[in-house]
């Protein structure tokens, strides 16, 4: 199973509400990213965990909140956020850099949120 | 990071070859080349990588060149489903984990 699973596929949300975007994968690796796609713009690395710990912060707003609760699985809680946010989340699977020549990034189909 | 620069756009015919182009001129003795691809309402895709050598895979070539400034991505006979958005990025490997996305090439295949 070479999958990374997301869901929603869409959400909207207004700039009050909370939501989270969930992520999972079971090919056993053990570093999962979050990525923020703008149309027509390049993904923008957003977080990295290794070993289910926050290892890389790419200066993202605190509206915007990950966790890894375990080996498979990695939300992403999202709160107060501004229009501007409306945007592709990817999320992606990798082994941990140091564990193999390389770590190809596995990605999922993301989800497209808007926020009104 | 060392940076890539690709074309923004290319058109190739259906079943015909396609080469992508990626400068690097700033490349590292270390920096692997990656190639990932975006399909329509995808997430990336994991082409081909290389240091050194030319590779081969079940997807694609790549053909660096012998002083590793600039390498070309080869589709051997395009089909209408290779039309993607195709990145090349400069990676060290067992450093860390970031993938830095340039600006990729959007390729556009003709039938």
């Known amino acids: 199973d070479t999958e990374v699973t997301q869901t929603p596929k869409h959400l909207v949300m207004g700039m009050t509400n909370k939501k989270s975007l969930k992520c999972e994968q079971h090919?056993?690796?053990?570093?999962m990213y979050w990525y923020k796609q703008k149309a027509k713009k390049p993904p923008e690395l957003m977080f990295v965990?290794?070993?289910?710990?926050?290892?890389i912060n790419e200066s993202v707003p605190s509206r915007f909140s990950p966790e890894c609760p375990n080996s498979s699985l990695l939300n992403l809680h999202l709160h107060a956020l501004q229009p501007e946010d409306s945007a592709l989340y990817l999320c992606?699977?990798?082994?941990?850099?140091?564990?193999?020549?390389?770590?190809?990034?596995?990605f999922g189909p993301g989800t497209r949120l808007t926020v009104l | 990071d060392a940076k890539t620069t690709q074309p923004n756009s290319m058109e190739s015919n259906e079943e015909e070859p396609v080469h992508l182009p990626c400068n690097h001129s700033?490349?590292?003795?270390?920096?692997?080349i990656h190639w990932y691809r975006q399909l329509p309402s995808q997430g990336p895709e994991y082409v081909i990588h290389?240091?050194?050598s030319n590779v081969n895979n079940r997807m694609a070539s790549l053909a660096i060149a012998e002083d590793r400034k600039s390498s070309t991505l080869i589709l051997h006979r395009a089909t209408l489903r290779d039309a993607a958005v195709y990145y090349c990025?400069?990676?060290?490997?067992?450093?860390?984990?970031?993938?830095?996305f340039g600006k990729g090439t959007r390729l556009h295949i003709l039938p």
């Open positions: 090919m056993g690796h053990r570093a």
């Open positions: 992606a699977s990798s082994q941990v850099s140091g564990t193999s020549a390389y770590n190809e990034q596995f």
């Open positions: 965990y290794s070993y289910e710990k926050l290892s």
């Open positions: 990025i400069l990676r060290v490997p067992l450093r860390d984990d970031k993938i830095i």
């Open positions: 700033t490349i590292s003795g270390t920096d692997y």
């Open positions: 290389g240091l050194t």
